[in-house]
């Protein structure tokens, strides 16, 4: 029953008032008075006992009447009229308060449950009437079931306000409650005016860390703000109270946010918006509106923003990075079939033949395919690296001297060492390529713009330092290398290309657009980071940041290794068996070709099931195994494990397009076992062949 709905806390229920303070001061009154007149009367003894006995009686009079008093007048809170709507109800009924206490009550009720004065409190009908004053406040009715006299009763609670509660036995469903005539003249006196819209925002709100608005109008973007907690208030382009909302929100975005709106879109979930004042700042927008009036919501999700767009752009470089390192692999088996093959033709056209001009311009372009995979194999991370412990002042100022005949004549080439610089584990050669790279792009930059320096700095900087200069998670100290330019700097359209393989700026045949993304692979091989900052017309810099290396606590110093240098064989016969596995045919069968030519009995495999089979065939009697890593089915490494108990202590050689430290992992607690990078020609291969068996002899 919707009338039912909304009541307030009208007091109808009489109550016995007796006030025991009151009637004693009659009585000790009326006492006073009639000793303070015995002495006048010259009263004896019998008198005044008398006396006594009249003001005991004159007291009970008195309290008499309060009692009589009392149980005639109604509460102070009462409303008349309580008891005749309880009354008008065929059914029995009640009304409570919020606390339990029955405040009228009609026959039906009272011989129902008794003359209680609360509702039940304690058992399942206590909790299913908690439920069910829970439910009307919130909806306008509720069910309960009470139990009283061995009998289930149903009950129908219906709310007359905040703190008073109509309970009806075994009375209709909610929705059909009707009211006889006389009831709902009555419940006339129990209604009261809809409650004011808030005029306030409550307290969460307005403590709240976000910002959070309450606007008066019929569109929020429209509408002015009454109050704003001191968050909103802090936003750039705050006008105050009174002020229109939308003037916070960037028009475009607040243009577009008020279409979703309106065609209802949103299904509760925020608008994200650009501040007017300051558009970087992105956030995102909650409305809800009550009673005619917008609670709005203004969460800072800038930074939420930024780290999302940095996530998707690694997930986005870490996708191209495997793609590169698949097509490197790949090409690197084609680039050994050639190399090979070249060999073959070199041998049958030597110097001063037609064709050894032709065979030798194919060699140089297959030589540059090769860097252009290793570029690749740079971007995946998949190179193979070998770290050493390198002074990161003594490489910059070693590799100077190289950088300065890089550079052209008309650009100058600055370099600042900073103080204290720190060590770095790391490829020499991988940081080597990384810093060409980018003074190499630094001098273009400048010299497409009439610039005329390039810049190099080194520093130590601590963690803070790092974070200022684009390196967010920075932990601890970092080894800095700095490579600027005074060129036009790179513009916010291409900002996040930059780094993407076969991306550049530049015209057509003056650049691969591997050259930065080389040095991304190399930087996050080695476990560093690289940021950027520039503006349009003021040049850019690249920053590069590399864990500094700390050597464990009382440990010696660890000098700098010393690359070993394997003595040529001249030599490149030889005799042995060797089982050769390779999924590659044009890499397989050329190679193996080429060694039989040098003596070797080979064996070959195509994938790692026929190669165990093989061994197993010829447990005992292999010297050598030479096996690709990537195969389709059984893996190189697994092939190893397998084939172990038939090879006994003979050497494996692993060759593949991949880094050594893709698979190094899976082959711990195995000996003699060395690798060799694609692509190869067949003079390396021969040396390491021979070589490896010279060491297993």
């Not at 009261?192 to 005029?199: C, H, I």
């Not at 700095?457 to 200022?468: F, G, K, L, M, Q």
Request: glycine share 8%; hydrophobic share 45%; charged share 20%.
């Amino acid at each position: 029953m919707a009338e039912l709905q909304h009541r307030t806390d009208a007091r109808d229920t009489g109550k016995r008032r007796f006030d025991p303070l009151t009637a004693a001061a009659v009585v000790f009154f009326i006492m006073a008075v009639m000793f303070a007149g015995a002495p006048a009367l010259n009263a004896g003894p019998a008198t005044l006992a008398g006396l006594l006995l009249l003001i005991g009686l004159a007291g009970v009079a008195c309290l008499g009447l309060f009692v009589l008093r009392s149980s005639t007048e109604p509460h102070a809170d009462h409303e008349p009229g309580a008891d005749t709507l309880i009354d008008a109800l065929s059914e029995p009924a009640a009304i409570a308060a919020a606390d339990g206490r029955i405040q009228a009550a009609n026959a039906g009720w009272r011989e129902i449950l008794g003359a209680a004065t609360r509702l039940p409190k304690t058992g399942a009908s206590a909790s299913s009437l908690f439920s069910a004053l829970t439910t009307a406040r919130r909806d306008g009715f509720g069910q309960a079931s009470i139990r009283a006299q061995g009998a289930e009763h149903q009950a129908t609670v219906a709310a007359l306000g905040e703190r008073r509660y109509l309970v009806r036995l075994s009375g209709p469903p909610a929705d059909q409650l009707a009211l006889p005539r006389a009831a709902a003249e009555v419940l006339s006196a129990f209604t009261s005016a809809k409650p004011p819209p808030p005029k306030v925002l409550d307290a969460f709100a307005a403590a709240s860390p976000f910002g959070a608005a309450l606007l008066e109008g019929e569109d929020p973007f429209e509408s002015k703000i009454l109050e704003a907690n001191p968050t909103l208030a802090a936003m750039p382009g705050f006008g105050g109270p009174g002020s229109m909302f939308g003037e916070l929100i960037e028009p475009a975005s607040r243009a577009d946010a008020k279409t979703k709106l309106d065609e209802g879109t949103t299904n509760g979930a925020a608008l994200e918006v650009r501040l007017a004042r300051d558009p970087t700042k992105i956030a995102h927008l909650y409305l809800s509106k009550s009673d005619g009036r917008w609670v709005a919501y203004l969460v800072d999700v800038s930074e939420q923003k930024q780290i999302e767009l940095q996530l998707a752009q690694s997930q986005k470089m870490q996708a191209i990075g495997q793609l590169a390192g698949g097509v490197a692999h790949d090409f690197n088996n084609l680039l050994t079939a050639i190399f090979m093959q070249l060999d073959v033709l070199a041998s049958r056209h030597p110097v001063g033949d037609p064709s050894y001009e032709g065979l030798n311009e194919i060699r140089q372009t297959s030589t540059r395919a090769a860097d252009l995979v290793r570029k690749l194999l740079a971007f995946s991370r998949k190179q193979t690296v070998q770290r050493e412990i390198l002074d990161l002042g003594e490489l910059i100022s070693e590799f100077e001297v190289l950088l300065r005949r890089v550079l052209h004549e008309d650009v100058t080439l600055e370099t600042e060492y900073g103080r204290n610089l720190p060590h770095v584990r790391a490829d020499r050669g991988q940081l080597e390529t990384a810093v060409m790279n980018l003074a190499v792009n630094a001098r273009d930059a400048a010299r497409s713009f009439g610039g005329s320096r390039v810049k190099i700095r080194t520093a130590r900087v601590s963690e803070a330092e790092a974070h200022a200069l684009g390196y967010p998670t920075a932990v601890g100290e970092q080894a800095l290398i700095e490579v600027s330019d005074d060129g036009p700097g790179i513009a916010p359209e291409v900002m996040d290309k930059i780094f993407d393989p076969f991306f550049t700026t530049k015209p057509v045949g003056e650049g691969t657009g591997l050259g930065l993304a080389t040095v991304y692979g190399i930087v996050k091989q080695s476990d560093g980071w690289i940021a950027v900052a520039s503006k349009p017309g003021d040049g850019a810099a690249f920053r590069i940041f590399l864990p500094v290396h700390v050597p464990a606590i009382g440990a010696a110093p660890v000098p700098a290794p010393v690359k070993p240098v394997r003595p040529q064989a001249r030599d490149l016969s030889g005799a042995g068996r060797i089982l050769f596995v390779e999924d590659e045919d044009a890499v397989r069968g050329v190679a193996a070709k080429l060694l039989r030519a040098r003596g070797y009995e080979v064996i070959e495999a195509a994938s790692g099931e026929e190669a165990l089979e093989l061994a197993e065939e010829h447990a005992g009697s292999i010297d050598l195994m030479i096996s690709d890593v990537v195969m389709p089915g059984m893996q190189g490494p697994d092939l190893l494990k397998a084939a172990r108990v038939y090879l006994g202590g003979a050497p494996v050689m692993f060759i593949s397009g991949y880094a050594e430290a893709e698979f190094s992992n899976l082959l711990e607690g195995e000996a003699n076992i060395s690798f060799l990078p694609k692509p190869i020609d067949i003079k390396t291969l021969a040396e390491r062949v021979k070589q490896e068996l010279q060491k297993a002899a």
